[in-house]
C-alpha cells in the first residue's frame, strides 16, 4: 500500500498547480525567444512577459509599469530594501524594520548597516506585532525607509501594515513604505495604494507556481538603485534575461488564486480553528501567536512540551506528515528562532515548536490525519524523552 503524502509545509514553498506546470510547458516549448530579440519569437515572449504583468497589476489594482519581476522573494527584498534606502541616502541614513524579519530583510539591513546606515529594530508584543506608535515616534526627519513583513512566515502573525502606512506618510511624507507580502499574497488584502505601501514583495513558489520567480512592485514614484547590471532589461531596473516559463505560471497562479480568493481563505481559517481546537484536545500543546481572523489563515505554529522539533518532525515524516520546525527558509541555519523568542516564548518550548502550514489544496481530511498520528506519537516520544 503506497504511503499516504500530506503536505503541510506551504510556507516554505507550495506544490505547481497542473494548470500552472502545462502553461510553463507551453510557453517553455514555443515561445523560446530572448524577450529582447527583435524577430516575431522574440515578440512572442515579450508578449507573454507584458500580459503577465497585466495580470499582476491587475492583482494589487496598480500600473503595469509598477510591476518588476524577480528571480524570488529573497531578490525582491534586496532589490526594494537596500536599492530604495541606498537611493535616498542623501535624505537620511536611518531606516526602520522588525526584530521578527525574514533574512532577506535581516540581511539587508546588515549591509546598509556596513554603509554607515543606522536600522532601527522594532521590538514585538507577545503575538508577535509591532506597536504602531512605537513605529511612529522611531520615524525621524532623516528616516528613509521602513520594511515590514505583512504576515510572518513562523507563527503566521499579522502586522498592522494599512495602520503603519497611515502613521508613517503623517509623522514623515518622504519616508518610504516597504511590505515583505511574501507570505500574505493572495492570502490577506493587498491595495498597495490605499495602504501607503510604495514597495512590496511576493515570491512565486508561495502561490503554487515555480521556483525562481518573484516580483517587486514599486510605485512610479519611487526612485532606487538597481542591483542587477547589465543588458537595461524592465526598463534598466532589474537586468537579466526575464525567466519567460516562471513569469507565465507566476501570473496564471496568481490570477487562479485571486478568482477564489475569497472562498479559499475562508476556508482555510475554518481549517485552522478546527486544527487547533483539536490540537489543543491534546496533553501539553500550546499555540503560538493569535489565531483567530487577526493571524494568517495558513499558518499555525504549536509547541509540543517535552519534545523536541526535529524529532517530532522526523516522527511525522516517518508517517507521510511533511511539516516544518522553525522557518523552513532559514532551516539552513538551525537554532533557535528568533521570532519565537522576540515573543517571547517559554524558553523550554523554543526547540519543541512545529509549523504546521496549509494551502487552499489542504483538506479536513489531511488534519484528521495528521492529529491522528500525533495522538498516538506524542506519548510515545514524551516516553523516550529524557527527563
Ligand atoms: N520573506 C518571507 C516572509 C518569506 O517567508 C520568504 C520565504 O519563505 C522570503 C521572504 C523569501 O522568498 P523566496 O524563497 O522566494 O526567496
Redesign the pocket.
Known amino acids: 500500500m503506497s504511503q499516504k503524502l500530506i503536505y503541510l509545509d506551504n ?3 507550495t506544490p505547481v498547480l497542473p494548470e500552472v506546470a502545462d502553461e510553463m510547458d507551453r510557453v517553455l516549448r514555443n515561445c523560446f525567444g530572448n524577450p529582447s530579440s527583435m524577430h516575431h519569437l522574440g515578440m512572442d515572449s515579450s508578449k507573454v512577459i507584458k500580459e503577465a504583468r497585466q495580470t499582476v497589476a491587475k492583482t494589487l489594482k496598480c500600473r503595469e509599469s509598477e510591476i518588476i519581476f524577480t ?7 534586496n532589490l526594494a530594501i537596500i536599492g530604495a534606502a541606498t537611493r535616498a541616502s542623501r535624505a537620511g541614513k536611518h531606516v526602520i524594520t522588525s526584530d521578527i ?5 535581516l540581511e539587508s539591513m546588515k549591509a546598509l548597516e556596513t554603509c554607515g546606515f543606522e536600522v532601527t529594530y522594532l521590538p514585538v508584543n507577545n503575538d508577535a506585532v509591532i506597536d504602531v506608535e512605537e513605529l511612529k515616534a522611531a520615524i525621524r526627519p532623516d528616516t528613509v525607509l521602513v520594511s515590514l ?1 505583512y ?3 513562523e507563527v503566521g502573525s499579522v502586522m498592522p501594515v494599512a495602520e503603519a502606512g497611515r502613521a508613517i506618510k503623517s509623522a514623515n511624507p518622504n519616508t518610504l513604505f516597504h511590505v ?4 500574505a499574497y493572495t492570502k490577506m488584502p493587498l491595495r498597495p495604494q490605499s495602504m501607503g505601501i510604495d514597495l512590496l ?1 511576493a ?4 502561490i503554487h507556481a515555480s ?1 525562481g520567480v ?1 516580483f517587486l512592485y514599486a510605485s512610479d514614484k519611487v526612485k532606487f538603485n538597481t542591483l542587477m547590471l547589465g543588458g537595461g532589461q524592465q526598463s534598466g531596473r532589474r537586468s537579466g534575461t526575464e525567466n519567460v516559463p516562471g513569469i507565465a505560471g507566476m501570473a496564471l497562479a496568481a490570477d487562479k488564486a485571486f478568482s477564489s480568493m475569497e472562498e479559499d481563505v475562508a476556508r482555510m481559517y475554518a481549517l485552522k480553528s478546527y486544527f487547533i481546537g483539536e490540537l489543543l484536545k491534546l496533553d501539553g500543546v500550546y499555540i503560538n501567536g493569535r489565531y483567530g481572523r487577526d493571524s494568517a489563515p495558513h499558518i499555525i505554529s504549536a509547541s509540543f512540551e517535552g519534545i523536541r522539533s526535529q524529532v517530532l518532525l522526523n516522527a511525522l515524516d516517518a508517517k507521510g506528515i511533511c511539516v516544518s520546525s522553525g ?3 532559514s532551516a539552513n541555519h538551525p537554532g533557535i528562532s528568533r521570532t519565537l523568542k522576540s515573543m517571547g516564548v517559554k524558553s523550554a518550548l523554543l526547540d519543541s515548536t512545529i509549523r504546521f502550514s496549509m494551502s487552499a489544496l489542504t483538506t479536513k481530511e489531511e488534519l484528521d490525519y495528521t492529529i491522528e498520528v500525533l495522538n498516538d506519537t506524542l506519548p510515545v516520544l514524551r516516553r523516550f524523552t529524557r527527563k
Open positions: 510556507s516554505a514553498t528571480s524570488c522573494g529573497t531578490e525582491a527584498d524579519e525574514h533574512p532577506a530583510v513583513m504576515v510572518n512566515n515583505d507580502a511574501v507570505q514583495s515570491s512565486g513558489h508561495k521556483k518573484g522557518s523552513a527558509c
